[in-house]
């Protein structure tokens, strides 16, 4: 493979203590053939202010617009784009340097629209941190385990181009869980290729979207269903029995680890019982669940 153009989007909103170290690991990288577009979504801290130490960069473009969250930030990245694979890299996460170098070979194979990765795990100080693997992660056709457990971390994912233009850009009216419903889009219609490599850096830290778990998922519940309902033979009743099932009991256990709460939590493991009552874990959380109260 020659040296395509990587276009690397960073959306970015009030978090000038990390974006710097952001946009450094995607300028380090090993593949040089790249262009960086940060689109700066109304931020009113001193974002603005670390950005402009890049305005002499030739492969950096800084897009400024009014808050208009997430998903449309990415879609103006994406639009603004040139080069034939897409990668995003959060403002408060960062890329080891041969990402893009590692990732870039498997996209030989034409079928191939997404290659992913591993990533390491660090708190707010920057100190690793452990945090255990429970997903198998696969590569192929991957729609059957995706729609159970999204296990694609979304800072590793490379994109082919051909995927935005043929299955569609970011949900703009969802404000979480955007990820998923792209990967379960994509995966209708291309292969996945899982890179058993660790090329990012995920941080752990309170100012993150992904804290408020009972937002994530009352969207991943509508991303579910959307999905479901828009592709109704995508997958066997079986699998879809078992991804509601494990939705519920996913989100139950979540509220009774928050909230230290017992009704609540039992009536969504009871619907994931109902969904699927072969569903092991379902079982094994009820049981976790009922052994706490007595």
């Given at each position: 493979m020659s040296s395509p153009l990587i276009s690397v989007i960073i959306a970015v909103y009030n978090t000038d203590q990390y974006i710097s170290q952001a946009v450094d690991s995607v300028l380090a990288q090993s593949w040089e053939n790249i262009e960086l577009i940060i689109v700066n979504d109304g931020s009113t801290d001193n974002t603005q202010k670390e950005l402009d130490k890049y305005l002499g960069d030739e492969r950096v473009r800084v897009l400024s617009t009014?808050?208009?969250?997430?998903?449309?930030?990415?879609?103006?990245?994406?639009?603004?784009?040139?080069?034939?694979?897409?990668?995003?890299?959060?403002?408060?996460?960062?890329?080891?340097?041969?990402?893009?170098?590692?990732?870039?070979?498997?996209?030989?194979?034409?079928?191939?629209?997404?290659?992913?990765?591993?990533?390491?795990?660090?708190?707010?100080?920057?100190?690793?941190?452990?945090?255990?693997?429970?997903?198998?992660?696969?590569?192929?056709?991957?729609?059957?385990?995706?729609?159970?457990?999204?296990?694609?971390?979304?800072?590793?994912?490379?994109?082919?181009?051909?995927?935005?233009?043929?299955?569609?850009?970011?949900?703009?009216?969802?404000?979480?869980?955007?990820?998923?419903?792209?990967?379960?889009?994509?995966?209708?219609?291309?292969?996945?290729?899982?890179?058993?490599?660790k090329t990012y850096v995920y941080r752990v830290w309170g100012g993150q979207m992904s804290s408020n778990f009972r937002g994530r998922y009352e969207y991943a519940l509508r991303i579910l269903k959307k999905f479901i309902e828009t592709y109704p033979n995508a997958v066997p009743p079986s699998v879809q029995n078992r991804a509601w099932s494990d939705m519920y009991v996913s989100r139950g256990m979540s509220v009774a680890s928050s909230d230290k709460s017992f009704f609540e939590p039992l009536k969504d493991l009871l619907a994931g019982l109902r969904h699927d009552w072969t569903y092991k874990s379902a079982w094994k959380s009820m049981a976790k669940l009922l052994l706490r109260r007595v």
């Open positions: 009014c808050n208009n969250g997430q998903p449309k930030a990415k879609n103006i990245g994406i639009k603004n784009s040139r080069g034939q694979f897409i990668g995003f890299c959060d403002a408060d996460d960062f890329w080891l340097p041969r990402k893009l170098e590692q990732q870039m070979s498997a996209f030989v194979n034409p079928l191939i629209g997404v290659v992913y990765s591993d990533v390491f795990h660090i708190d707010e100080a920057g100190n690793d941190i452990y945090i255990e693997k429970t997903q198998t992660c696969k590569s192929g056709k991957i729609t059957d385990s995706l729609i159970i457990k999204n296990y694609i971390p979304f800072g590793t994912a490379l994109v082919r181009r051909e995927c935005f233009e043929t299955s569609g850009l970011f949900d703009e009216s969802l404000p979480m869980g955007i990820d998923w419903d792209l990967w379960l889009r994509y995966s209708m219609d291309w292969e996945f290729y899982y890179l058993p490599e």
